[in-house]
């Protein structure tokens, strides 16, 4: 929201108070607390007739700086509140020294010079001022409807970038954009969001966190072109500037406090296929498609029931349509020994029609109007109710619903919607109403979420959410929403992932293809290897199915491929997916998150980092024309084995086959030795792909059980030509492994005895069961 008219003036109907000195200052027991006068104070008579602001200083956590600015404090505090994790021992230390007062944690600073000008700097332990709060940086503004405004700005330097603010379809880079926190079923083509999340990252070593559920306007270089503005309808205002010094330590600071992701089970990385949406279908087609993908060699995962398993007007009634399944505990049972797992659409809203709204209106389960009627309107549903969940036993009942399906086989529920909830409501805990229209999106997830652990176990429990706000990321998996058949989806898609990840979430899916209308071959055929090199991958439409036989064969070869290779990478992924779990660091990692301090990385948006040592640029031509980045070093092609040496821009073309999949400069890679389904046991018959370019020195492979837990372990020391390998099993003795060196290498086992040979690939060594070391030396 803007409040000024250019640079000198303010907006019809405004009227604005900024702190302009401090008047007076308390540092005590870790926390600084200062009134601010909104004009200059030269005689008594200045204090008269005139508002102060309170600001209050203080840390959460180590590296963590909270910002409270408030101007009338009476006003009645509803929640939500988010959920934070915070740290009582955070070693903060308020200390002043003359007119300078200073509140310290970790490497963090904010510093005040009471005897000047309005202004907080935030520096780190070098001095480095990182950003400022000044002149007009803690302020309210009233508005001509009477609305008032907390507002606050930071300082941003030359070359500054700012990212996240949730899952965004508008460019990576938010310089100059306007931005509503303010959940919406907006598609992918537009500035709206279905996930909304008041964080952002910058490539300058800290991010920012709004403590505020409800609605913040953001204007990020778009009002004050040097400044980030944020800005409340309130009479507080809450922030907290997250120290680094890398973007990856912000995430694990800013998930530390507001939750990290739990870790998805194994087989949730395997291909998911879907019956579209409005698209007919029963048992039959439901079985011609799985048979369809067994027939074709292409590994499926799990099968997906879109909406229309229940009967049409009754969203929800969790019960399934006798007409087109008339014995759904038995169909579940033959996909079920198939080998595949279940899930089912859901959304938080009870239409009219279903059995359920009488029983859930009587038991003052819904939302309700002011003046005690149910809310209710015909979009989606006719007559359709939302499910209250503010209130513990709607919570519970909603749970319950849902409990005979994971009873019958059903392994994981997508919980769609719950973006469009309205504001003239009254919630059973007295929430705020423009709070709850993005948190409800929260206490959704969390109570499906909830249940599968619950009756599914620790690590076994997973969604496909397509709203969220922070702390979201605690309930993965996430999706990209409704994206049309278009290679500019497929890049607005991608762009939305990037923003999200860099809010912490690591874990996201999209709808390979595009959701709305019917892909080309060319189209659906780039979108499989996007799809399939994503942390999760499903093949889902709107009107239309995507089987990849209804494309072309082709387009079976590209799935087939992709989703082996997935299967086969599974080492390496869920060993980013534990980092994920762990740190808060995306799966799927944004250019800057990984190099932060190559300037080339600031902007990019149409490649990513699968994991810390997999560059994936996604070909968004139909040609396969296509533009990337490589950073520096020696870098080789997973699938060609070509090299590339970087730093440096290339244009290059693909087949339908490939893409720019790079391994990082001396990555060792990990990869099972099965391609047929994603949850296996890695750590038997693993192959270490070892690449040129990383130079001397020692790097540990940790290769995870299905629990996340290391499995087994490999030193891979580097000297020169040689390369040593000692492994470690986490019980028992070391399983059969193999040691692949990719590409130029030269080496080759120093026992003669050792059994290798050389491939298409590079030079491969077998080890048997219980070989602890091998050590490879170029071949005399």
Known sequence: MKFTDGFWLLREGVAASYATGVEDVRAKDGRITLHAAVRKVRTRGDTLNAP???????????GVIGVRSVHHEGGVRRGPRFALHTDPDSGARAVQDGSVVELTSGELTARIDTAAPWRIDFRDADGRVLTSSGASGTAFATTGDGAHHMVGRLSLGVGEQVYGLGERFTPFTKNGQSVDIWQADGGTSSEQAYKNVPFHLTNRGYGVFVNHPGKVSYEIGSESVGEVQFSVEDHALEYFVIHGPTPKDVLRRYTALTGRPALPPAWSFGLWLTTSFTTSYDEETVTSFIQGMADRDIPLSVFHFDCFWMREYQWCDFTWDPRTFPDPAAMLRRLRDRGLHLSLWINPYIAQKSPLFAEAAQGGHLVRRADGSVWQWDMWQPGMALVDFTSPAARAWYADQLRPLLAAGVDCFKTDFGERVPTDVVWHDGSDQEAMHNYYAQLYNETVFALLREVRGEGEAVVFARSATAGGQQFPVHWGGDCDATFSSMAESLRGGLSLGACGFGF???????????????????????GLLSSHSRLHGSTSYRVPWQFSEEAVAVARDFARLKNRLMPYLYGAAVEASRTGVPVMRPMVLEFPDDPSCAGLDRQYMLGPDLLVAPVLTEDGEVEYYVPAGRWTHLLSGETVQGPGWRRERYGFD????????????????????PDTAWADGVTLRVHTGGGDGEHTVRVPGLDGEEAAAFVVRREGDRVHITARAAAGPVAPWQVLLAGEFAAVPADPAARWERTGEGTLVSLPGGTGAVELAPAR
């Open 52 to 62: 102060l602001i309170r600001v209050e200083l203080w840390s959460p956590a180590e």
């Open 508 to 530: 996201w899916s999209h709808d390979i293809g595009g959701f709305e209308g019917t892909p080309s071959d060319a189209l659906f055929k780039r979108w499989l290897a996007f």
């Open 658 to 677: 490939s893409l720019p999949l790079l391994v990082r400069p001396g990555a060792v890679l990990p990869l099972g030795a099965a391609a047929d389904r």
